[in-house]
């Protein structure tokens, strides 16, 4: 596709539910990351693929997230047990290889926990 | 571990003036990179310009420039000619270079710039 794209572009939850993220890179782009925004903060990585595998998950703040790339393109994040404080806009980008010369990103998706 | 700082909150500038965003860092390494995203209302990041730590000429792309000071830990942003459409949340990132595996961003806490007419 043309650009990076993420659905849905806002997701409202009850604390407690099973949620999924979707993303969608640029066509050919084999690196994939997500990151959480914070309202008033900077994103945090969470996780980044290459290909398949998720090369560096250590940004995952605990076991009930989890992100999944079956067939190096299309990602989904997935998070279980939803908690208030997982409201935050959620966001996606993907680059041609390693990212140092900037990626491109989705718009995000705003989840909130009520 | 790297650490990036953005010390402006706010600031507001003119149309058509010259305005400067503040950014610090701190690491240990060489040999990184750093950005400067733009995130608009729409949510989604926006590469402004990109510096490589081992080059010492300062990044320029159009109305856009950094002051890269590499001793000093200190990359910081002017935007010339200030435009309505320059208004947005600026924010700083640093990338490490080889032993980075796979390009993980650290991001500043943000500036929020507002232009006025």
């Known amino acids: 596709g043309a650009g990076v794209s993420q659905t849905p572009s806002n997701k409202v939850t009850e604390k407690g539910k099973y949620v999924e993220l979707r993303c969608d890179p640029i066509s050919g782009h084999t690196a994939l990351y997500w990151y959480r925004q914070s309202l008033g903060q900077g994103p945090e990585f969470l996780i980044y693929?290459?290909?398949?595998?998720?090369?560096?998950d250590s940004g995952l703040p605990n076991d009930r997230f989890f992100a999944v790339r079956p067939e190096g393109s299309v990602s989904t994040l997935k998070i279980q047990r939803t908690e208030r404080g997982d409201s935050a806009v959620y966001l996606c980008?993907?680059?041609?290889?390693?990212?140092?010369?900037?990626?491109?990103f989705g718009s995000g998706t705003r989840l909130t926990v009520v | 571990a790297q650490t990036v700082t953005q010390s402006q909150p706010e600031m507001s500038v003119q149309e058509a003036e010259t305005v400067t965003l503040s950014c610090t860092y701190d690491t240990s390494e060489s040999n990184y990179y750093l950005f400067w995203y733009k995130q608009p209302p729409s949510r989604q990041m926006i590469l402004v310009i990109r510096q490589e730590a081992y080059k010492q000429q300062n990044a320029t792309e159009n109305r856009f420039s950094v002051n890269f000071q590499k001793a000093a830990k200190s990359f910081s942003l002017k935007i010339s000619d200030s435009q309505l459409g320059d208004t947005a949340m600026y924010f700083c990132a640093f990338m490490g270079g080889y032993n980075n595996q796979g390009g993980k961003l650290i991001f500043g806490q943000g500036t929020e710039l507002s232009v006025k007419p």
């Open positions: 693929f290459q290909g398949t595998g998720a090369a560096d």
């Open positions: 980008a993907s680059s041609p290889q390693g990212g140092n010369y900037g990626y491109t």
